[in-house]
């Protein structure tokens, strides 16, 4: 009972931080397109892809979060708002919002990386939310005025257990 609370509370945590990212409400709540990537209204020209290593599951209530244990990880693409339209913009305008969401919010270095021949940026954070120590990896692909998000999280003490498949599922990131 006690993990089916915190798998459900990390969640809601994941979704705290995609509400915060965005200042556009979703006009069409959809059908998924596919396990991984909920249609926001917002037809992006491509799609953010990844291979899930064993025992990653789909979560039973929101196909669009899979999971592995207390871990998950969710890709969605993401407004840019006009004053967050370059990749490093958009990284601060999501970091703001993330200082926003969480307690004692931390940051790592930002990394730009290539995915699939587009700019991308990737970073590390952890805070608290419900009382709960949380870290995530964030990695962010831009194309056509897009970002599409992939955040990998779990709480603080199971993260680095779960941080090998993170970095295959991040490795494995393609645009289509």
Request: charged share 20%.
């Amino acid at each position: 009972m006690r993990k089916s609370l915190l798998i459900v509370v990390a969640t809601l945590a994941l979704c705290t931080f995609f509400i915060a990212c965005s200042n556009e409400k979703n006009p069409i709540d959809s059908k998924t397109e596919n396990n991984q990537v909920r249609n926001t209204g917002i037809t992006p020209a491509n799609k953010l892809t990844v291979v899930a290593p064993a025992g990653w599951t789909p979560n039973t209530t929101n196909p669009n979060v899979m999971m592995k244990g207390t871990g998950t990880y969710t890709i969605k693409p993401e407004y840019m708002p006009g004053n967050a339209n370059t990749p490093d913009a958009f990284v601060e305008f999501a970091k703001s919002a993330l200082q926003k969401s969480f307690k004692n919010c931390k940051f790592g270095p930002t990394s730009s990386l290539t995915i699939s021949g587009h700019e991308a940026r990737r970073f590390e954070y952890s805070g608290d939310v419900f009382g709960m120590k949380m870290s995530y990896i964030m990695l962010y692909v831009f194309s056509d005025g897009r970002a599409h998000s992939l955040t990998c999280g779990a709480m603080t003490a199971e993260f680095g257990k779960l941080k090998q498949d993170y970095e295959k599922i991040i490795a494995s990131a393609k645009l289509e």
